[in-house]
Structure formats: structure tokens, C-alpha cells
């Protein structure tokens, strides 16, 4: 498959300390990609550059071709109505209800009128698996609620790439096999590029077309039947959730 | 040696700081002159800023005018002058504390509010959820709390004056006997519409501008950590308020005000 996001010899630095030196890695387009990898080890920063939301201090972060390392605020802009991001913790705006949490982007760019706004936010919803929860505030929704209504937010303008950090932390096993589900199905109907970070191994092997696995030092990536099939400890720990000696490095990766 | 590298980083930081707080600025007034015109926003920051800030005003405001009228009254006496009550009552308030102490307890009500708000949304990712909206958070949720502070700020010194003036009469007047035709004739006579009222008029909205920049750039640039949204609250009333007293100076000794 072709690749849909090509990082390109990126270099990520806070201060003294090295996220990403060189690194290289592609997710191919229509493909589910999970990223992998330790507590600290870049995956959130990963998806940040790919929704330009941070930029690499060297390097190209391409999407479809355009280099959002490089794009100006409004093609910025103009480039993310193509991408949805369903962060951690929903980042829903908590003043406002989830209705007008999914209506609003909407209302700002799609140039709808209120019944056709409605009508998409219902459809969102449903295709959730939520109903009568328009009035309720963020703060009123459980952990998995949250996680689907941001699912349905992260869709309103129907992206070509969807973006997930951690939508199985913190969940029940129920509500967790609800939005892998739900991440498949939007998957395979709409044909979506899907990036997940996720720490949850069973939900990765079951969802992942592809898996990048970010381990001290270097990048690991391919089908998830192969990286089951290598010879590496690393990578065997981290699938099979095995005992293993992380060996620290100054620089979190290196490629 | 040291201490001056200390005082050079510290020069170095100031103007920093200075350089990126001038470019929120621009950044701000960019968005409040670029359509769509957040009306819906900016009504409700009017709201939670203004009219939520009334009670706290409108007490304070009473209390400084009861305080000015005792005072007053105690000083004036001693020269026989107690009609000139309500002269000094009416300059002090209108051409001094109504201003300086209206932007100090907005700092602490409104200001330090407004940037524990957008601190809280940085942490919670909220900024970032809107960007990838591709909506611009500074559009959004800056710039209606911005100018909302800074319209407020004007409206919030008079009501802070007039109650000021209420309290003194009702001091000098109830309590201490002056006259109460005396009390509003010196009153009348004393205060200038253009070079007081006026003055007291701009002070405040100078004061918006410097509370409305500071509170609402402190909680965009806090760091998203809730230690990193307190440093900021605190941060915004202590500089702030510095800011308010230091161009509180400026602008009297240079214009008169």
C-alpha cells in the first residue's frame, strides 16, 4: 500500500532533551497503523507533528503529499479540515454541550443550515452508538462516552486521515471492544487512514493492518503477523507482553 | 560576576517576554478584526466578567467612599472646611481610586479567572482540539475575554465611583452631619468632566488593555500542567497589578490624568 503519511528524517527536541533523532517511518493509506511503544518513548509526540500541532525542528512530516512541517497557519488550517484527531482525554470544550461540541465545526466550515447541522450531528451520534445525550455537558459523560463522542467530533467533517491518541485507556472491557469496533467500522466503510497510539496489545492485534513500534533507539514497523514472527526480544516483549530490560538511552530514538 | 549574568538573563527574559506578549497583541487585535465575529462569545465573556463583577465592584466601591467620607471629614474639620467634603470625596475617587482599585479587584476577580479558564483548556487539550477544528484558539477564546475585559473595565470604574460617592454622603451627610447641598455643590464644582471623568475614563480602559492582554496570555502560554495553571493565575495578578500602579503614575504625570 501507499504510503498516506511519510515522516522523513525528523528530528524533535524539548530543550536538551532528544525525542526523535532521524526518524523515518510511513503509514500506508487506508491501512489501520498502531503505534507502540513506552511511556515517553514520542507516540503522542508522533501524532502531534502528523496533525501539525507541533513542528519537527528538522525534517518533513508529508500527509498526502504537503509537508505540514512547513505549511503556513491558514494552509494549516485549510490542511486539518482533511484530518480528525480524537485526543486522550476528548478535549471536548467543556462550556459547551455535545451537541454543540459536534455542531460546531460544522457550523464554522461546512456552511449548513440548522436542520441539515441537526440532522449530521444525530447521524454522528448514532453511528456512535449514542442517543439523548445532545444536552448533557462533557463533564456529565463516563469515560467511554467521552471517548465516542470525541470518535463522532473527530469525524463531523469526514477526514481522510483519523488520528487516535490512547481510545482504549482507561476503559471498561465492554466499553473498549465498543469503540475497536467502532474505529474498525469507520475504518473499512469510509476507507480512513487511522493512526492509534495505544498501549492495549490484544486491541492492536485485532485492529492493526500495520504497527510501528518506537523501542529505544530505533523503529520497528510492518504487519503485525511478522513483528509476531521476529527474532527481536524487544519487540517479542512488547506483543506478548513479556519481562523485559529496556535499555535507557539519552536519545529516545535514533534511527 | 555572577550576579550581573544573573541580572543579564533576567534583562534577556524581560525582553523576551515583552517581544511575545507584544506579538499576542497584535495577534489579538488581528482576530478581533477578522470575520466571523464571535458576538455569542463575547456577550457571555461580558456577563461572566462585568456583570459578575458587579457585587464585589459596587461593596468595595461603597466601602472606599464611606472610609473617604470619615477621613475626609476627620481632616477637614480641623481647618473648618466640612462643605468641601464632597469636593474631596468626588477627586479622590474620580481622579485616583476609582480607576486604580477598580483594575485591582477586577485583576483578582476577572483576570485571575480568566486565565485559570484558558489554563485549564490548555491542559485539557482543548486549544489543541480546536486547532484541529481549524479554528484558531486565540479567534475563539482569546479575543472575546480580551475585549470583554477591556469594555468592562470602564463601565466597572463608574459603577465603582458612584457607589463611592454614595458611601461618603451617606457618611459625611448621615452620619457626621455636613450639609447635604453643601456635600453635592463642592462636589459639582470641583470635578471637570473632560480632565476627571474623562480621565478616569481612559485610566480604566488602559487598565482593561493591560489586564485583558496579560490574563488572557498568561493562561494561553501557561505550562499544561496544574502547577503550571496556578503559577500562571498567580502570575497574572502579580503582574498585573504591578502594571496597573506603575502606569497609573505614568499616565498622570504625563497627561495629568
Known amino acids: 500500500m501507499a504510503a498516506h503519511i511519510d515522516l522523513q528524517d525528523v528530528r524533535v527536541r524539548f530543550g536538551a532533551r532528544v525525542v526523535f533523532d532521524a526518524l523515518t517511518c510511513a503509514f500506508p493509506r487506508g491501512a489501520v497503523s498502531v503505534i507502540l511503544g513506552g511511556s515517553g518513548s514520542g507516540k503522542s509526540t508522533m501524532l502531534r507533528l502528523v496533525a501539525g500541532l507541533l513542528r519537527p525542528s528538522h525534517g518533513r512530516v508529508l500527509v498526502a503529499g504537503d509537508d505540514v512541517a512547513k505549511l503556513s497557519a491558514r494552509d494549516l488550517r485549510r490542511a486539518r479540515r482533511s484530518i480528525g484527531m480524537m485526543f486522550q482525554g476528548g478535549a471536548l470544550l467543556d462550556s459547551f454541550s455535545v451537541f454543540e461540541n459536534l455542531a460546531f465545526p460544522l457550523r464554522e466550515h461546512a456552511g449548513l443550515g440548522a436542520e441539515q447541522v441537526t440532522a449530521a450531528v444525530h447521524a454522528r451520534l448514532e453511528a456512535v452508538g449514542l442517543t439523548g445525550v445532545d444536552r448533557l455537558l462533557p463533564g456529565q459523560l463516563s469515560g467511554g462516552m467521552m471517548k465516542r463522542v470525541a470518535l463522532a467530533r473527530a469525524m463531523m467533517m469526514d477526514p481522510d486521515v483519523l488520528l487516535c491518541d490512547e481510545p482504549f485507556s482507561g476503559l471498561d472491557p465492554v466499553s473498549l471492544r465498543r469503540v475497536e469496533r467502532l474505529l474498525q467500522t469507520v475504518n473499512r466503510e469510509r476507507g480512513i487512514t487511522m493512526v492509534v497510539v495505544s498501549h492495549h496489545i490484544a486491541s492492536t492485534l485485532r485492529l492493526a493492518d500495520h504497527v510501528v513500534m518506537l523501542l529505544p533507539g530505533r523503529v520497528v514497523s510492518g504487519p503485525p503477523d511478522d513483528l509476531l514472527e521476529r527474532d527481536d526480544p524487544l519487540v517479542q516483549a512488547f506483543l506478548r507482553e513479556e519481562d523485559v530490560d529496556v535499555p535507557a538511552t539519552e536519545v529516545e530514538f535514533r534511527a | ?257
Open chain 2, 1 to 257: 560576576m555572577k550576579a550581573v549574568a544573573q541580572l543579564g538573563r533576567w534583562a534577556v527574559g524581560s525582553v523576551e517576554q515583552l517581544g511575545r506578549l507584544t506579538v499576542f497583541a497584535v495577534a489579538v487585535l488581528r482576530a478581533a478584526l477578522t470575520p466571523p465575529v464571535r458576538g455569542r462569545a463575547f456577550l457571555a465573556e461580558l456577563y461572566k466578567l462585568g456583570v459578575r463583577s458587579l457585587i464585589i465592584i459596587g461593596v468595595s466601591g461603597f466601602a472606599v467612599g464611606m472610609v473617604l467620607g470619615l477621613q475626609g471629614y476627620n481632616t477637614l474639620v480641623r481647618f473648618g472646611a466640612t462643605e468641601s467634603l464632597g469636593a474631596v470625596v468626588g477627586l479622590s475617587l474620580i481622579r485616583e481610586l476609582g480607576p486604580v482599585l477598580t483594575g485591582l479587584l477586577a485583576t483578582g476577580r476577572a483576570g485571575s479567572a480568566t486565565t485559570a479558564e484558558i489554563g485549564a483548556m490548555v491542559v485539557t487539550d482543548q486549544l489543541d482540539g480546536l486547532r484541529m477544528m481549524s479554528i484558531e484558539p486565540v479567534h475563539l477564546v482569546v479575543t472575546p475575554r480580551a475585549l470583554a475585559l477591556v469594555m468592562v473595565m470602564p463601565l466597572l470604574c463608574a459603577i465603582f465611583i458612584v457607589t463611592g460617592l454614595w458611601g461618603g454622603y451617606l457618611i459625611g451627610v448621615g452620619v457626621m452631619g455636613v450639609d447635604g447641598g453643601s456635600y453635592l455643590t463642592s462636589l459639582e464644582s470641583s470635578v471637570d468632566f473632560v480632565d476627571d471623568v474623562v480621565g478616569a475614563g481612559i485610566k480604566a480602559l488602559v487598565f482593561g488593555v493591560l489586564v485583558g492582554l496579560i490574563s488572557t496570555y498568561r493562561g494561553y502560554t501557561c505550562v499544561p500542567t496544574s502547577a503550571g495553571v496556578s503559577d500562571a493565575t498567580t502570575s497574572t495578578v502579580v503582574v498585573a497589578s504591578v502594571s496597573i500602579l506603575v502606569f497609573d503614575y505614568f499616565i498622570t504625570a504625563l497627561w495629568g490624568v
